[in-house]
């Protein structure tokens, strides 16, 4: 028997893996499945050319035994194997992998099957073995050897027997670990000989292996004609080999998307729709992508966390991989499984890889093309997929700075003046009638609370249609666009919409500066209130109305206002103060300008209060309002 040490880098290494770099203990059986599915395909690949190797595809396969006397775990395969020297190299050396070099070896296109790149999974192992026994037999050889090890201090060689080709791995587990009072650092290993874990573990995170994971599994059934039970032990196999994925769109059934979707998603309901792409190109993948029929409950909070399940080759790689969805599509749940991504020193770090990139931009316009295509053939459905998500949508163009709002504006609807429909915006310029240079847009608490507001008649009396802006990010988010179409956005709030002739303008004029006492009386007492009072050509039936001057709209201020971290100091708009002249108030207001001047300021004042109701903000002084109706009375 030899003795022999680890390098020293190797040691450092191990050890440091073993301590931080997988999360989960429990990832050590993916690895050591992963290895083993890797020899076979060796073993496979080698067949295809070489008669001697005599096996077909279907005798190949992976087994798991589990001794709880013995505190081990075994896992066989009938793989290639390995020679003394390759378990030198192989287990000996971290960070030299075999995989890597067969593949160089045998000039093997990117598209094969095997997932080990880097050379570091087998140490895995010890994170949950007090010694690791690999007794292996290379294709070719007539003798087998076996390594033993119990971690940094070093491994042994010999020889031994083995009759078949091939590797078993067995892993003497470490012992349970109590901790401390509260349980903290306790470590149970023996969990690992519980059958129905390693079938939840294969299940999860091997399930795509295409070799079969056989296990022989003590089962209890009742005995004929007694009421008693016998236990009978029965082989099974683990994984279900084939990945949905990876059928035929053809052979899928709605069913089995919808099961695959609730079981995998962790959803009580089938989802809206499913995304089933195969691409080639710069990148080849496939995805498997969901867009779940209704928000989860948290979604619109901090805690929600996005992401798609990672696979390199059937292996699950990573739970949810944030970077494959942008915020914007965060509602979408499925997984993407590659042949091309490069592996990194531990399968849970692949954050910053090119390829995840690519494969990252290409969903991105998937989701969006898989949307537009929703709304346009299916209205029905898109509109309650905006039901759930278009407030992320509206997010997502109003973020990083309008980045993205290119790519989200089409699939944005709005409420709007027309027969109370969702509309989009290109469906809103469809509509435009001629003349009509802007889209118009109201803001309010609701579609009832704007169709009330007096500055909507102008715009409508013209025949145009006006969108109902009536969540908070609706009117931040079209400020980032500016416009659409070359169309800007004009909010009918706004003091300066300019919808009159010229004649009318005229008029306006005139009647404004013969009323400018008037309106500056006005104006003096709602200082600090209002930026400026004036008469306004927009109003039909209502005696006045609030309007906005410059960037910040009323609504925005409001919104801006109430956020958290908007401590204190008030933001205002620009307010203006508009008065129809063309209503009885105004001759009332003339009159009074000549006849009791403070009586006047309390009109001013007054009015102001109703116009601040009409357009659905608080009054600051209710009280005030109150005792000021009263004295009137
Ligand atoms: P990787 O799989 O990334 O190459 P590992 O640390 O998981 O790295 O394995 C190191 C090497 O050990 C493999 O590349 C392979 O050459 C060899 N090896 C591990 N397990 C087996 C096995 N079951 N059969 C044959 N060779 C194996
Ligand atoms: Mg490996």
């Not at 209130?529 to 008469?535: A, E, P, R, T, Y």
């Not at 925005?556 to 708009?573: D, I």
Request: glycine residues 6%; proline residues 3%.
């Amino acid at each position: 028997m030899e003795q022999k040490q680890f390098q020293a880098e190797s040691k450092r290494l191990m050890d440091m893996m073993i301590h931080s770099i997988y999360t989960h203990k429990e990832i050590f059986l993916r690895e050591l499945i992963s290895n083993a599915s890797d020899a076979i395909d060796k073993l496979y690949f080698r067949s295809l050319t070489d008669d001697s190797v005599g096996m077909n595809k279907s005798d190949f396969g992976i087994s798991i035994a589990i001794d709880k006397d013995a505190r081990t775990l075994t896992i066989s395969d009938n793989g290639i194997g390995m020679t003394k020297e390759e378990m030198e190299e192989h287990l000996g050396t971290i960070a030299n992998s075999g995989s890597l070099q067969f593949k160089k070896e045998n000039n093997l296109a990117e598209d094969n099957q095997i997932i080990g790149q880097f050379g570091v999974g087998f140490y895995s192992a010890f994170m949950v073995a007090k010694c690791v026994t690999v007794k292996s037999r290379a294709f070719g050889a007539d003798q087998a050897y076996v390594w033993q090890s119990e971690g940094v201090e070093g491994y042994t060689i010999d020889t031994c027997d083995k009759d078949t080709v091939g590797t078993e791995i067995t892993l003497e587990l470490l012992p349970d670990v109590a901790g401390d009072e509260d349980g903290n650092g306790a470590e149970n290993y023996s969990e690992y000989l519980d059958q129905y874990r390693i079938q939840s573990l294969i299940k999860r995170y091997s399930d795509y292996i295409r070799f079969p994971i056989r296990m022989e599994m003590t089962k209890s059934r009742k005995k004929e004609d007694s009421d008693e039970y016998e236990d009978y032990t029965e082989t099974v196999t683990l994984n279900s080999m084939v990945p949905l994925w990876h059928k035929n769109k053809s052979e899928i059934t709605e069913e089995e998307y919808n099961t695959f979707y609730r079981d995998k998603c962790g959803d009580y309901t089938n989802p809206l729709c499913h995304i089933h792409v195969h691409n080639e190109g710069s990148i080849t993948y496939d995805a498997l992508l969901y867009i779940p029929e209704h928000a989860p409950f948290n979604y619109y909070n901090k805690d929600y966390e996005k992401g798609l399940q990672l696979y390199a080759n059937g292996v699950l790689i990573m739970d949810r991989c944030e970077d494959l969805l942008p915020d914007y599509f965060s509602f979408v749940k499925g997984l993407v499984d590659s042949e091309d991504l490069s592996l990194n020193i531990s399968r849970e770090m692949l954050q910053h890889d090119t390829q995840l990139r690519l494969i990252a931009r290409s969903i991105e316009r998937t989701i969006k093309n898989e949307l537009k295509r929703m709304m346009k053939n299916d209205r029905e459905k898109y509109e309650k997929f905006y039901q759930a998500f278009g407030l992320q949508l509206k997010y997502g163009v109003y973020s990083d700075y309008g980045m993205h709002k290119e790519l989200l504006q089409d699939l944005l609807l709005f409420p709007s003046s027309k027969e109370g429909k969702l509309t989009s915006l290109q469906e809103y310029i469809d509509r435009m009638p001629e003349g009509q240079d802007a889209i118009y847009y109201a803001t309010g608490e609701s579609i009832s609370r704007i169709e009330l507001l007096p500055q909507t008649e102008q715009v409508k009396d013209k025949g145009y249609e006006i969108l109902y802006f009536t969540e908070n990010v609706d009117e931040f988010a079209i400020r980032m666009m500016q416009n659409y179409q070359d169309k800007p956005f004009k909010s009918v709030l706004d003091s300066s919409l300019d919808l009159e002739s010229e004649e009318e303008k005229k008029a306006l004029e005139e009647k404004q500066e013969s009323s400018k006492t008037m309106l500056e009386t006005m104006q003096k007492a709602l200082e600090g209130k209002v930026g400026s009072v004036k008469l306004s050509g927009r109003l039909k039936s209502h005696p006045v109305c609030l309007s906005s001057e410059g960037e910040l709209s009323m609504e925005m201020a409001k919104t801006l206002n109430a956020m958290p971290g908007a401590n204190g100091e008030k933001l205002h708009a620009n307010t203006v103060l508009e008065i129809n002249p063309e209503h009885a108030i105004y001759q009332t207001l003339m009159q009074l300008q000549e006849s009791d001047p403070e009586k006047l300021g309390e009109y001013a004042k007054l009015l102001y209060d109703q116009a601040l109701l009409i357009a659905g903000m608080p009054i600051e002084d209710p009280v005030a309002f109150s005792n000021r109706i009263c004295s009137l009375m």
